[in-house]
């Protein structure tokens, strides 16, 4: 292969690259996204798509996950999915459906889950699931569903989950009818719907667990008394029961009853129930303990649930007689104190203890009196989340010194006493987050030697003492972001030799340095997001992270407020094990150095680091072999080379949206052999000939994704897309325009000797002359756009010379009339993107004067000029390019110049003569043509040499 050859320094791994793959071909769908690193799974979501055929109709058929939710979808036509059979899940959540045509799902043997939540399905028919055999999972909430048929359900018997909560169900019976055959349904859901009764005329799946009618419009349990009788988890909550009796419940593993009108004394006297498996939550318990107490028994109660009672300390006074409780939940009470859970009896029984959003102020100390006894010696949950706590006591866990986890989070906690944990030395997790925390003292956690959690996310914590974590050599995650930290010092984190996680993310760190990362030897992820990171000149001391060589996952986004600016060279030097490095959001410049260590990277995201139009740096990536994730969104880019991305052997997801490229070059892609996910959206991509093959190879090969390149419009006419522009124009007619153009030229030589020499310019001066004073008497009516320019000139810089010396000083200042020209190095505007400055150009100038020679024909720009002018020409219609030929170019060379071609054929072109006579002809006839009508002439090429 002659790609071997390629001279690039990018030794075994470029070389092995090119060998395997000369040329990795790219695919597109239209509305769906594969997922990058599973090619089953497709995202077709927020497309606006009304007919569900558009998204599936490109899908491969070994497709296995799709997601059509959010969409305009109304109904599903039959066979919807046959053209992929393998199936297992399928979103249709939050799309318009009504109707489920009999067999949509036909084929779809293998699904297991059906979403189709929000929709406006009014009806559930037998026809609807034909085909699901395997269905497990069918989602119908959030639909208008009313009715039910009795056999609806009869191909999808396998369904473990159905869903059908917030509908309009009122027939009870109907549901119960139409489920009752499902052997294996172990998860129903009826909540949220119009059902006032019970009655059935079958019974329920024996399998059901969950089993939930919350929310309906239930009076009465006026089914048949066993009808209910199953060791099920059975929520009745939120409907209007106030009686209980008549129904049997005794196998019931948990009733939940909340907000009914219930009677509580006279429930509390129902017996078919057993008291310790039921929830006894929003059942306004406040003035019934004694009694409840009473009625749940003896022996060891699991749970008791007491949320939603209104419940006061004053209540709880009353529990004394209640049996031993392992784990208790008085969250959604009225506590303002809670008096070291003296209420609660048998405590060295409890397990568990939650009391979350109360009115809790201040947790007091609770020591054990110097007697060492601990009250709850079993206590290992500890919840006082949601409440409005400001202070805690020293010793204030005393009592449950054997606590394990200990939420403390979302409180207004200002004040912690220095020995407020003392004793915890088995705490694993302690969660302070989301306090009013502004100091943390040495002592504060000095007895938590067991601690493998700590958050104290969203505090006012300005400064880290030293030391204040160092006995912690347990800590596993330690939590800061979200605080005030301005600067850390050497032994803010000393002592932390097991810390994996640290998040100091939005912050207001300004400095780090490798002597505050010096414990850190286990550290794995360090998140350093949105603080104020900023270095202006690439000289500074040694790597911050030089210790770090475990650390697999660098966050480094957002640096506020104007991000990093420049990565110092040597900055992520010892990072061996990295994997993932996250700078988007910074403006920032790169060097060739920056990555140089991160050998083992595997992901690397930098989205949103523009500083304007520009290109990165040769070589930057050259290290990172094992790269497989590249985000470059949104940087500015312009193009991408070989020297840039050629050494990612193993780079598979490339995401560039949102840059300047114009085109993009094969070389690069030969030299991805690994890609196969490829996001160029949102460049200005200009529908030109040598754009092409990209089109065709996006759309046509097997084995990279160009992500959604069919919506990829074109930059030079944004109501046309790339995917569509006719690239036969590239490929002409060769015979058909030889004929063309040699005909003339046979002409010419054939009658030159005939008129001979100087004379035959005389003629057609004259003619010419006779020929415009027609045009002009005619053009008159013609109405005046307003241009800017008279003409823009487009040239090689090769031919400046003839520009400025033959070209400007005819056109602008000689004769009789003097035109307003367009020339680049003069008149186009500073700052401006190029694209757009031609553009405009074009746009401002009556005319476009292409000054061809071999030159102009070699150069990118000139010839994306004269793609751009004749564009107007063939697209508005619009007779605006004028041809200059500066030198004879045979056929032979012009084949090559498809676009060219066809201007030439619909155009005229003129030759610069060379004989100084046959010049004032030729300056009579650009001025012409410059002064002529725009509206296209359809007459054949008009030549003269
Ligand atoms: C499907 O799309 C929705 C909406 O964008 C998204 O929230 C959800 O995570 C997606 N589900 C799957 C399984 O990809
Ligand atoms: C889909 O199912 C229908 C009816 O069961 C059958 O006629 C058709 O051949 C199937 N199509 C495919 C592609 O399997
Ligand atoms: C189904 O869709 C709903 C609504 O988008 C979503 O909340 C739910 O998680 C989805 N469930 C499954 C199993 O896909
Ligand atoms: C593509 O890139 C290669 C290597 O950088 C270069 O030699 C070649 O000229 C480029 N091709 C085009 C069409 O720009």
């Known amino acids: 292969m002659a790609r071997l050859s390629v001279d690039w320094p990018q030794l075994f791994c470029a070389l092995s690259c090119i060998a395997l793959a000369p040329l990795v071909p790219g695919y597109s769908f239209r509305n769906c996204i594969q997922n990058a690193n599973h090619n089953g799974s497709f995202q077709c979501v927020h497309r606006f798509l009304t007919q569900v055929s558009s998204a599936v109709f490109d899908l491969p058929p070994h497709t296995i996950h799709v997601n059509i939710s959010h969409n305009l979808l109304t109904q599903l036509p039959v066979g919807s999915f046959s053209g992929i059979p393998s199936l297992l899940s399928l979103r249709l959540d939050y799309n318009q459906i009504k109707h489920v045509e009999g067999s949509a799902f036909n084929n779809l043997s293998e699904l297991l889950v059906l979403n189709l939540s929000y929709n406006k399905i009014s009806q559930l028919t037998p026809s609807d699931f034909l085909g699901l055999e395997n269905l497990c999972q069918l989602l119908v909430d959030h639909n208008c569903l009313a009715t039910i048929q009795p056999d609806a359900f009869t191909t999808p018997r396998s369904l473990q989950t159905l869903d059908m909560s917030f509908n309009q169900l009122r027939n009870f019976s109907e549901v119960v009818s139409s489920i009752t055959a499902l052997r294996k349904l172990t998860f129903l859901d009826l909540s949220t719907n119009h059902l006032e009764s019970l009655q059935h005329s079958a019974p329920l799946p024996p399998s059901l667990k969950f089993f939930y009618l919350c929310n309906n419009l ?17 929520d009745l909550s939120d409907n209007k029961i106030s009686q209980f009796s008549k129904v049997d419940l005794r196998k019931v593993a948990w009733l939940i009853l909340k907000n009914n009108p219930l009677d509580i004394s006279e429930f509390l006297r129902f017996r078919d129930v057993d008291p310790q498996r039921v929830e006894y939550s929003g059942l306004r318990l406040h003035s019934q303990f004694a009694n409840l107490c009473q009625h749940l ?8 649930f007491l949320q939603h009672n209104q419940i006061s300390l004053r209540n709880l006074k009353s529990m004394s007689k209640c049996p031993a409780i392992k784990a208790w939940d008085l969250s959604h009470n009225y506590l303002i104190r809670d008096d070291c859970l003296d209420f609660v009896p048998q405590k060295e029984q409890v397990r568990s203890f939650i009391l979350e959003h109360n009115r809790i102020q201040m947790l007091p100390s609770c020591s054990t009196g110097g007697n060492g006894v601990i009250k709850f010696p079993k206590l290992t949950y500890l919840s006082y989340r949601y409440n409005r706590i400001l202070a805690i006591a020293s010793h204030a866990f005393s009592h449950t010194a054997h606590v394990q986890t200990l939420l403390l989070n979302i409180n207004n906690i200002a004040v912690i006493n220095k020995t407020a944990f003392a004793n915890l030395s088995d705490l694993l997790t302690l969660r302070l987050d989301n306090n009013l925390i502004t100091d943390i003292y040495q002592e504060t956690f000095h007895e ?24 912690l050599s347990s800590l596993n995650i330690l939590d800061l972001g979200g605080n005030k930290i301005r600067s850390l010092t050497n032994l803010s984190f000393s002592g932390l030799h097991n810390l994996t996680k640290l998040y100091l993310d939005r912050n207001y760190i300004t400095h780090i340095s490798r002597e505050i990362f010096g414990d850190l030897v286990s550290l794995k992820v360090l998140d350093l997001d949105k603080n104020r990171i900023r270095y202006n000149s690439g000289l500074t001391e040694k790597s911050p992270f030089i210790n ?58 930098m989205p949103d680091t523009c500083n304007g139009i520009h290109s990165l740096n040769p070589g930057v990536f050259q290290n990172l072999q094992h790269l497989e994730r590249l985000d470059l969104e949104n940087v500015g880019l312009q193009f991408m080379s070989v020297d840039i991305v050629g050494s990612l052997c193993n780079l598979r997801t490339l995401v ?111 003619l010419y002359i006779f020929r415009s004073w027609l045009n002009d008497y005619r053009g008159r009516e013609e109405s005046q756009q307003c241009y800017r320019y008279d003409a823009f000139i487009s040239y090689n810089s090769k031919d400046e010379g003839w520009v400025l010396q033959e070209l400007v000083p005819n056109l602008e200042t000689e004769g009789s009339q003097c035109f307003k020209l367009c020339l680049h190095h003069r008149d186009f505007e500073l700052g401006k993107y190029i694209i757009d400055n031609i553009v405009d150009s074009i746009y401002q100038s009556r005319k476009t004067v292409c000054v061809m020679s071999r030159s102009y024909l070699e150069s ?56 100084v006579e046959a010049q004032k002809l030729f300056w009579i006839k650009v001025r012409e043509a410059i002064k002529g009508s725009s509206r296209a002439k359809d007459s054949g090429p008009e030549v003269d040499s």
């Open 218 to 234: 239930l009076k009465a349990l006026d089914c048949q008394r066993d009808f209910l009788n199953r060791n099920f988890t059975l």
């Open 297 to 304: 028994g003896n022996g060891t109660m699991e749970h008791l």
């Open 448 to 471: 938590l030697t067991s601690l493998r959690i700590l958050n104290l996310r969203n505090n006012r914590i300005s400064i880290i003492f030293r030391n204040v974590f160092v006995n």
């Open 548 to 605: 770090l060589t475990k650390l697999n996952i660098l966050k480094l986004q957002a640096q506020q407020p104007y991000g990093i600016n420049i990565i110092p060279p040597k900055f992520f030097k010892g990072l061996f094990s990295l994997q993932a490095l996250y700078l988007g959001e910074n403006k920032m410049s790169l060097s060739r150095y920056e990555f140089e260590d991160l050998i083992n990277l595997k992901t690397l995201s």
């Open 656 to 766: 560039l949206g949102k840059n300047a490229i114009q085109t993009v070059n094969s070389t690069v892609l030969e030299h991805l052999p690994s890609l196969s996910y490829l996001d160029l959206r949102k460049n200005p991509f200009p529908c030109i000939c040598s754009n092409s093959w990209f089109q065709n190879w996006s759309l046509y090969n097997p084995r990279v994704q160009v992500v959604y390149f069919y919506n990829q419009t074109c930059a030079n006419q944004q109501t046309e897309y790339l995917y569509s522009f006719d690239a036969r124009v590239c490929y002409l007619d060769i015979g058909h325009l030889m004929f063309e153009i040699i005909l003339p030229f046979l002409f010419l030589f054939t009658f030159a000797p005939i008129i001979y020499g100087k004379g035959y310019w005389h003629l057609k001066y004259g």
């Open 860 to 915: 990118e720009w000139c010839s994306m000029e004269l793609e751009l002018a004749s564009y107007r020409l063939f697209h508005e219609l619009k007779d605006v390019v004028i041809l200059i030929f500066l030198e004879k170019i045979p056929e032979a060379e012009l084949s090559t110049y498809h676009k060219m071609r066809k201007v030439m054929k619909k155009k005229t072109y003129i030759q610069w003569p060379t004989d």
